[in-house]
């Protein structure tokens, strides 16, 4: 799945605005939201093509991980000890 410079900058501008909605959201609230956002993204697949659909995300998800970690250090919200990955999430 390829996104363009305008997907990419849409996403990002649509992730600000969410994350002002969670900010200051215990993470179980967290977690639930972004639970049933991800079993709506899977449940508009054909049933056929959720599994595949479920590993592109977690494999997104997984790539992303040390990106933001980065960012939360650079924002001084982590520390260095943040940057090992630990276990994948799937």
Request: glycine share 8%.
């Amino acid at each position: 799945m390829s996104v363009t410079d305008d997907e990419l900058k849409r996403a990002d501008n649509f992730i600000s605005e969410f994350m002002e909605r969670l900010e200051g959201q215990p993470p179980q609230i967290i977690g639930t939201v972004l639970g049933q956002m991800s079993a709506i993204f899977l449940a508009s697949f054909e049933p056929r093509c959720r599994a595949e659909q479920r590993d592109m995300l977690f494999n997104v998800i997984d790539g992303l991980v040390p990106v933001m970690i980065r960012e939360l250090i650079a924002d001084g919200r982590v520390g260095d000890e943040w940057t090992d990955d630990g276990p994948k999430i799937h």
